[in-house]
């Protein structure tokens, strides 16, 4: 039996194959390079009422990781939700935020980390005026992060660099549109019965902190 000469690459002999495209999305990703990046207009999105400002994005290095710096305030929380591709660490630089995560509440403020385990519910309010959080997620298998992804298709660049005013936020805009973009990004948003069961301590999303 012969074989052609200059052959292309197995993966490439059916382009339309999911395993094959995977397999491409995934070199491309490698394609790695250094760069330095500050908080500035040129980085940062309006998003859900709040500010984020992307300081790495899942494109820029290899799929691994992505860090956000989260400007926000009491209201424009998300709801309930559970990442299936990524670990997710807030590190908070101005204010204080309540987790639930399982049956636990986590509460930080400037300076102390919140460590959310892929896999796992969870939820936040924010429990000052204001808060300035770093967001780190990370890949914990083959499958690139999604959050920086999800985060720019609910978003749109900003005007200036303080919180939006008269803006959409989660607890008024259609649910199904989150709903359907997360799920692209792997990322489940949870129902209120759903909520309900896998986070005991939570007292419901849009509900005001105390």
Do not use: W
Not at 136 to 150: K, M, R, S, T
């Amino acid at each position: 039996m012969t074989q052609t000469k200059n052959a292309l690459p197995a993966y490439l002999n059916d382009s339309k194959s999911e395993s094959n495209k995977t397999t491409i999305e995934r070199e491309e990703q490698q394609l790695a390079t250094s760069f330095a990046r500050a908080a500035t207009i040129d980085s940062t999105f309006s998003y859900m009422g709040s500010l984020m400002t992307f300081l790495a994005k899942s494109s820029e290095t290899g799929g691994r990781f992505a860090l956000m710096e989260f400007y926000t305030k009491p209201g424009n929380e998300p709801p309930p939700h559970v990442h299936e591709r990524e670990h997710e660490l807030y590190f908070v630089l101005e204010g204080s935020m309540r987790f639930y995560c399982e049956d636990k509440i986590l509460e930080i403020k400037a300076g102390e980390v919140a460590f959310l385990p892929q896999g796992k519910a969870h939820a936040f309010d924010c429990t000052s005026p204001v808060v300035r959080t770093l967001i780190l997620v990370q890949a914990i298998g083959a499958d690139p992060v999604g959050l920086d992804n999800y985060f720019l298709a609910m978003a749109e660049p900003a005007r200036d660099m303080s919180l939006p005013r008269d803006t959409i936020t989660y607890a008024v805009d259609d649910p199904e549109r989150a709903i359907r973009i997360a799920a692209l990004h792997g990322i489940r948003i949870l129902s209120p019965l759903e909520a309900e069961k896998e986070l005991p301590q939570y007292p419901g999303f849009g509900v005001p902190v105390r």
